[in-house]
């Protein structure tokens, strides 16, 4: 289905405008009667890059969101931000880097028990989800990041995470270690799904 750019752009404009949550290639071309939209992406992206709000995509999904340098022009006053514990921080980079993960695996590179309050805190945030159950004795509850995640720290993928020099420059990274450490000692390292068996593989995501 072959239309004029112009109002296959005008369409998708729309589309997302109107739209209550991001939406995929796929979901906008069958939206709009199958026609291809990747051309009007593309220049749209590039027409909004320096305006108030940009469009962007954000694993795998396309949105407008408020250009990041305006935003505290819309931030109440008297709102906070909302800190997460060192407990959440590690637990949502452990996540983010090994997904899936169940509790024991996020513990075990922790070296401590994780409270449930801390992941419920996590998925409360909106970046973390349930990704079902492990299939293996048990059926530990496994969890991954969300598209919320992606799009509150502004990664297109999780390929965008920062490396491991990036982390450690951070101090994020010094607990993570400690306790990869401690497990590699007692010969108890878990393997993480994706392959990577410490967080030097943080670049090498799928």
Sequence with gaps: MDEPLDDVLRAV????????????VEALSNHLGGVSVRPALAALAQHYA???VNLVERGGKWHFQTAPDLAHILRRAHEEP????????????IIAYHEPVSRAQIESIRGVQTAKGT???LMEAGWVRVAGRRDVPGRPVIYATTQAFLAHFGLASRRDLPGIEDLRAAGLLDPVEEAYDRAAGEGGVPAAPDGASD?????ELP
């Design 13 to 24: 404009e729309a589309a997302l405008f109107a739209a209550t949550e991001p939406m995929s």
């Design 50 to 52: 320096g305006r108030g």
């Design 199 to 203: 967080p030097s593989s943080a670049r």
């Design 82 to 93: 909302r800190r997460l514990s060192r407990a959440a921080t590690e637990c949502l980079a």
């Design 119 to 121: 992941l419920d805190v």
